[in-house]
């Protein structure tokens, strides 16, 4: 009858149906996971410069001071910054004026001063920080093509064998070893690839004596 006839093409067209879905869903889509290094790599500690330390053997006293160069964070939240600037003086009793690479000489608090560069003196025009700046973005361009990852990774390594990965190790020490050199753009780089990098897991920035994060 038609409607047995009906019944029958609803069926098989169903059956092809399912048939057909099956041929794409029978397996699984792979799961990608990513690792978590940081909970099974060791650590190998650096100490960072802060406002107790310039990281480069200058007394307490004089790290504040004219032409150092420093990251200071500003605004809060979401909304929180930092950005990278020479000391150019006192601004009022508490504040300094600080100049940043794009000319600007915002008035910032100690307290909001994070890291000081190592041998960071005597900058006093933008395109000093502007230098700093380029630099440190060239190096994470060539991290993420594994350059600079692999550099890392092979110092880290060393220093796993050399001592104990819960002895801090310089900033300055690690620039001369990645980058070759200590100077202020190299320590800059060196700790921009230590904590931004692809080998970033495998190295974990501390306060030194003195000073504060």
């Known amino acids: 009858s038609p ?53 480069d053997g200058t007394s307490t006293n004089d790290v504040l001071r004219e032409g150092r160069l420093v990251e200071f964070t500003s605004g809060t939240g ?16 508490r504040n300094l004026k600080i100049l940043t690479s794009s000319g600007r000489t915002p008035s910032v608090p100690p307290r909001s001063i994070k890291h000081i560069v190592p041998n960071g003196r005597s900058i006093y025009e933008e395109i000093q920080i502007e230098q700093h700046e380029r630099a440190a973005v060239a190096a994470l ?35 001369d070893l990645i980058a070759g050199d200590s100077d202020s753009v190299s320590c800059y780089v060196t700790r921009a690839v230590l904590a931004d990098g692809v080998e970033r897991f495998c190295f974990k920035e501390i306060s030194p004596k003195g000073g504060k994060l």
Do not use: N, Q, R
């Not at 979401?78 to 009793?93: C, E, H, N, Q, R």
């Not at 350059?147 to 020490?173: C, F, I, N």
């Open 3 to 55: 409607l047995s006839l009906a019944l029958i093409l609803a069926a098989a067209t169903l059956s092809i149906h399912v048939e057909y879905c099956s041929c794409f869903t029978a397996s699984p889509a792979p799961v990608i996971v990513p690792p978590k290094p940081s909970s099974i790599t060791p650590l190998v500690l650096f100490a960072s410069s802060t406002t107790g330390t310039a990281g």
């Open 78 to 93: 979401a909304s929180k910054t930092t950005t990278l600037g020479a000391i150019v003086g006192p601004d009022g009793k």
């Open 141 to 175: 361009g060539d991290d993420a093509a594994v350059k600079w990852g692999k550099s890392v990774a092979e110092v880290w390594e060393m220093m796993l064998e050399d001592g104990d990965e819960a002895e801090p190790v310089e900033l300055t020490t690690l620039a």
